[in-house]
């Protein structure tokens, strides 16, 4: 599959381990047709390095020449297992100017627009299922395929009391006088932390995504959740596409989905977080 896409034989040099997050194993391969970035599994769902390579082709759509988005170059299910994906290698950099361009670059992701709210296919964020059923209606979308979904799979797994998960029922009764419903669907790369932003040499790079088409405040949420983002990036997204005056109104309550997230993965003290959340909104 490399081979047909690079047009030659392919014959590996080297392979060394390289990071490849909390979930994947990974590699640096040096080949004949340069050097390549190998990631494999067998412990996560199936499909999940055929989602990832849909969501990447979609990103580096949207980026263009603003942000670096690693080229696939194959990715191949075995059977039941995710079997590996071979992406373009990013070597380390540095740029003076790196947070005014993921700022402007950021803003320039949320100009690739859709006509629904959702994705082509359902994908995951982590290890976490993603439902992408499009909706026209941005409120519907993250009460019932955000939030919702993602307590469905919660209670399934590490159940809120029947009390605690009141209180999210009555949240989900608030969510459309909560947020906007004439929000516009643009692209967001979904679970942009610091982890997934990388300096390469070409400049700033979006990996890991968990992409849809959603409100762009969407995005903020996991931004803001751990920090590492300077205020000049935020200046440089505000230059190109300010945000509405009052978005931090909402950023708890778009934060709510990360949060319910890291329960489900983790468990812990993001549980009474979430609570604390569900009843600041109520």
């Not at 932003?197 to 762009?216: E, F, H, N, S, W």
Request: proline residues 5%; hydrophobic residues 40%; glycine residues 8%.
């Amino acid at each position: 599959m490399l081979s047909g896409k690079l047009g030659k034989p392919i014959q590996i040099f080297s392979s060394s381990p390289v990071s490849g997050g909390c979930m994947n194993n990974a590699s640096k391969l040096i080949t004949n047709g340069g050097d390549f970035f190998l990631k494999w599994n067998s412990a996560c769902a199936s499909d999940i390095f055929i989602r990832e390579a849909e969501s990447l082709r979609e990103l580096k759509k949207a980026a263009g020449d603003y942000l670096v988005v690693p080229e696939v170059f194959a990715e191949k299910q075995i059977d039941d297992t995710p079997g590996f994906l071979v992406l373009e290698f990013l070597e380390p950099g540095f740029h003076s100017s790196i947070d005014e361009k993921l700022g402007r670059g950021l803003a320039a992701v949320h100009r690739y627009s859709g006509s629904m709210f959702g994705f082509y296919n359902d994908n995951y964020c982590g290890a976490t299922y993603q439902n992408n059923e499009w909706k026209t209606n941005w409120p519907g979308f993250f009460r019932e395929n955000r939030l919702g979904f993602l307590l469905s799979l919660i209670q399934n797994n590490r159940p809120f009391r029947n009390d605690e998960f009141k209180i999210f029922e009555k949240l989900l009764e608030r969510i459309d006088i909560l947020i906007p419903g004439e929000s516009v669907p643009v692209l967001i790369h979904g679970d942009l932390w610091s982890g997934n932003c990388m300096i390469t040499d070409k400049g700033p790079a979006l990996v890991d995504p968990a992409p849809y088409y959603a409100d762009r405040e969407m995005e903020f949420a996991i931004i803001t959740m751990f920090g590492g983002f300077s205020q000049r990036f935020f200046a440089s997204y505000n230059e190109a596409d300010p945000l509405p005056a009052d978005w931090k109104r909402r950023n708890n309550l778009y934060q709510l989905y990360h949060v319910l997230n890291h329960f489900y993965l983790f468990g812990g003290g993001y549980r009474n977080q979430a609570l604390q959340i569900a009843k600041s909104y109520l």
